[in-house]
T-cell receptor, first 111, second 118 residues
Framework: TQLLEQSPQFLSIQEGENLTVYCNSS?????LQWYRQEPGEGPVLLVT?????EVKKLKRLTFQFGDARKDSSLHITAAQPGDTGLYLC???????????FGTGTRLKVLA | SQTIHQWPATLVQPVGSPLSLECTVE??????LYWYRQAAGRGLQLLFY??????ISSEVPQNLSASRPQDRQFILSSKKLLLSDSGFYLC?????????????????FGPGTRLTVT
């Protein structure tokens, strides 16, 4: 069974601080997505990484896919209250149409 | 552009009653469609997915079923709801492994349905 473990589960930080969220698995994924979800809404896609070692930046967010395509990280620089939400990673296994979701990281940024 | 709709947004149903949640996608053809359930503040559990009309794959044995009567319509059903069926249900679509000759991995979600079984 493929699993994606996210850490930390909860994170409460002050505005302006930096943070990193990790997404780890023992399985190889053909791609990995990161989503942010607000309470009562569907997840919104932030980024997709496909190539091992790939780094993508979205304003203050930096996403990295591990060289072996088994893990990924999300780094937020100078966090703002608007970054508050549930962050989810999801991996797509090769040759399948299924996505395996991580356990989620709930981030709260205090003003 | 593509859009995905889910309804109803919220639903309160008694135990033992039937269920029908509907999801439709606009602006794309032959999408892969998915039903997920989410526990409060946690990750998503894949319930069903479909790669074409009438083709349903079940991931978790449970009190629910899914159907895809049309290309862009996906329905989640139950004949008799249980208390444990309460949760936040999300429909999603993706372009599948190949879209217009290139690989496409993006998955897009609807707004969700909050189901409370009483």
């Amino acid at each position: 069974t493929q699993l994606l473990e996210q850490s930390p589960q909860f994170l409460s930080i002050q505005e302006g601080e930096n943070l990193t969220v990790y997404c780890n698995s023992s399985s190889v994924f053909s791609s990995l997505q990161w989503y942010r979800q607000e309470p009562g809404e569907g997840p919104v896609l932030l980024v997709t990484v496909v190539t091992g070692g790939e780094v993508k930046k979205l304003k203050r967010l930096t996403f990295q896919f591990g060289d072996a395509r088994k893990d990924s990280s999300l780094h937020i620089t100078a966090a703002q209250p608007g970054d508050t939400g549930l962050y989810l990673c999801a991996g797509a296994a090769s040759g399948t149409y299924k996505y395996i979701f991580g356990t989620g990281t709930r981030l709260k940024v205090l003003a | 552009s593509q859009t995905i709709h889910q309804w109803p947004a919220t639903l309160v149903q008694p135990v033992g009653s039937p269920l029908s949640l509907e999801c439709t996608v606009e602006g794309t053809s032959n999408p892969n469609l998915y039903w997920y359930r989410q526990a409060a503040g946690r990750g998503l559990q894949l319930l069903f997915y479909s790669v074409g009309i009438g083709q349903i794959s079940s991931e978790v044995p449970q009190n629910l079923s899914a159907s895809r009567p049309q290309d862009r319509q996906f329905i989640l059903s139950s004949k008799k709801l249980l208390l444990s069926d309460s949760g936040f249900y999300l429909c999603a679509w993706s372009g599948g492994l190949w879209t217009s000759g290139s690989v496409s991995y993006e998955q897009y979600f609807g707004p969700g349905t909050r189901l409370t079984v009483t």
